[in-house]
């Protein structure tokens, strides 16, 4: 299982990202690959308002060795050719690129699982924080109970600790 | 001697927070901060503020040594 | 909600759809995406052996039609703002892509429930009918139980009458 | 007179079959084959394979009505 973490404030090509997995192995049968970008309008208050940009901060070096223990824990529950992470840094604006994660694998469900299970935990255990700005003031993002609440479908006691 | 860091929103209250300090627990480096920079110990003692010394969550009793890097972490917001 | 169905034998380019996804609406958090491959390995009696080419023939009209009322159950379902499958028929050989599904959303779950519930359901109810060539003899490919089972968990009732 | 289609594995058993043919149900249409095709009126007899009229799926018994279009479908595997 080939597997490559990478934290930049670059954007980045889903294309060559997909060429990259693809090319791994011969015995790839399904590429799954989840890409989030800044969403043009968050909630202010009761409405949805437009927002003019995001700042993303992390803790270099721990947020490489948590994504690592996401990706080995994935490799561990699910039978996995190649995953491949990217997370952007600094200030993005509206519509931008932020994160991917693409998965490889002989078989469409372990793809689909460990492609979801890597965002459930990138989401609560990364060491990476969102400032938004919108309406000229910039605020932290608060943490989503939803976020929390996806992890529990995964189930592991032993995940606590990550 | 060990390395503060201060992330997310608590990084907005750090301005002029000493970057080295002498305390032999994460509890006792709160502790210390509550007089010139109340706000920040404020937020620190929200419960969901994790401390990881070394880039390893630990408990906020745990014994520094010299030369840890203790970093304060609010909830994490990525993806 | 946009939707979009192809059934062709020319190859597709997923940066290419991706980009029609990401380009639809301003609201786009997030976009997931699966891509199927022919595996250059299929089982032959008791141990995997290489395969030759995969060909796949389709009931033209019908499978049209039953592609898009999945999409529909799906929109019906989850909050989407844009799908796209494009699925290949004819002749194709190891390593080639089969099949694109994109899933355009608000928010990531929205996004990976409704390609894995596309997939689940095109895999047992859209007429696709694939033949394998594997030492020098083809062979129809025989439906799997599993995928039968993965449509379990969707668990509608009148998802029977497809 | 309705049209007649056979896909998957049935389709390399329809080599002769007449692409039209005069029958009041689907049920009929099989019985018909049994003495020229007995292989396919065989692989018709699975219990998997589906009858399709004018594209919806139907019921072996459905009345024909002239013109339609009759596909025998076996399990499909795209994907």
Known sequence: MKSTIRIQPEDFDISEQY???????????????????????????????????????????????????????????????????????????????????????????????????????????????????????SCWVDSKVSDAQALKRWNLPEDKDL | MVKLLFFGRLSDYANGVPTQIQASTAAEIRQQLVTEHPLLATELSEPQVLVAVNKQIVDWQQALQDGDEVAFLPPVTGG
Chains 1, 3 share one sequence.
């Open chain 1, 19 to 137: 060429q990259l997995l693809r090319d791994l192995t011969k015995g790839i049968g399904a590429v799954v690959t989840f890409t989030g970008l800044v969403r043009e309008f968050e909630p202010s208050g009761d409405q949805p308002s437009a927002i003019d940009s995001l700042s993303i901060q992390h803790y270099s070096g721990m947020t490489e060795e948590r994504l690592s223990q996401i990706v080995d824990r994935a490799a561990a529950r699910w039978n996995l050719l190649g995953v491949t992470i990217i997370h952007r840094i600094g200030e993005l604006l509206p519509s931008e690129q932020i994160v991917f994660v693409g998965v490889a694998s002989q078989h469409r469900n372990d793809g689909f699982m460990a492609a979801q299970f890597i965002m459930d935990y990138l989401k609560t255990q990364a060491t990476f924080w969102k400032q938004i700005s919108q309406n000229g003031r």
